[in-house]
């Protein structure tokens, strides 16, 4: 069966970049600024509280996962009152000590193991809008054990190294996902695949994108009315069916032009245009450029 939270990971192509632990006591307090990469953390003793714009603040303890795919500005702090200091993630991105904050003699009150990735990918900022601002876990002791098998391998210089930390963190991502799926979400890939009427259609979607589907269609395979199912994509997803459609067609258009290995008219047929110039046409409006453009590596990583 096809898995589209999956498939979404697979295309994002996430490469582990660094790891470090992160520690607390007395009174203490940070503040980041925005980062816009993803980054994630687990509490390994202790515990701290995590306040991320725009989500209310919660108490971390020992053995919770923390997921921010795209990593917006947040204050990591103990519980007494103070005033955080500020510190840019770009720099503190470049340490591989582990980093103490506040009292620095004694035992901590908090433990952290904290990491951040990048996605090889210029769809990033689109397949991240689908995934919830903040993913908090409790009690999921995989999510733990995947965060220190990063950690180590990050630290490590052995054979193999980049290609074991791509597919952890694809673990990692796909395992911190699903556990979210049990929680309240807000409009996107997650809860829609927790709908099962939106979730057949998006199967349907991620397992034909060269069908020339049309609404009517997928609320047939949903089972449901034009209307009403209509109404139920867009409060689950965030996004019109045809919307989500053409975003993903369009993903997938970016990684087999980025290949290299497939005439114009291949890529065409495979994501649902009978021709290279009607593709042409909406791959330049979609995108902003040509596809042979493209192909010739027009966009860099990271750029929308």
């Known amino acids: 069966m096809i898995d589209p939270l999956s498939q979404v990971i697979a295309l994002l192509r996430p490469q582990a970049v660094f790891a470090k632990g992160i520690s607390g006591a007395g009174r203490w307090g940070v503040r980041y600024a925005a980062f ?8 390994l003793e202790g515990s701290c509280r995590l306040a991320v714009d725009g989500e209310a603040p919660v108490a971390l303890e020992a053995g919770d996962f923390v ?15 103070v005033t955080p200091r500020a510190i840019d993630p770009k720099v503190a991105a470049t340490l591989t000590e582990e980093v103490r904050h506040g009292t620095q003699d004694g035992p901590a009150d908090a433990r952290l193991l904290g990491g951040y990735f990048l996605f090889d990918t210029p769809d990033a900022a689109l397949l991240l809008s689908l995934l919830p601002r903040m993913i908090h876990i409790r009690g999921v002791p995989r999510l733990t054990t995947l965060v220190r098998l990063v950690a180590e391998e990050a630290e490590a210089d052995s054979a193999g190294r980049d290609l074991v930390l791509a597919r952890l963190v694809e673990i990692l991502l796909i395992e911190a996902l699903r556990a979210a799926r049990s929680q309240e979400a807000p409009p996107g890939l997650l809860l829609g695949l927790a709908d099962q009427r939106v979730a057949d259609a998006l199967r349907q979607i991620h397992g034909r994108p060269e069908r020339p589907w049309t609404v009517v269609e997928l609320a047939r395979s949903a089972g449901m009315s034009r209307t009403a199912f209509f109404e139920r994509f867009m409060r689950k997803v965030g996004l019109r069916p045809m ?6 067609r369009m993903a997938l258009a970016k990684t087999l032009l980025a290949g290299g290995e497939l005439a114009l008219d291949e890529v065409a047929r495979q994501v649902g245009y009978g021709s290279a110039s009607t593709f042409s046409t909406a791959f330049s409006r979609h995108v902003g450029q040509p596809p042979r453009r493209y192909a010739r590596g027009g966009l860099k990583v990271g750029q929308d």
Do not use: D, H
């Open 36 to 43: 816009g990469q993803p980054s994630f953390c687990v509490v």
């Open 67 to 81: 997921l921010l795919p795209a990593t917006p500005a947040f204050t990591l702090s103990g519980f007494e009152p």
């Open 243 to 248: 919307e989500y459609l053409l975003a993903w």
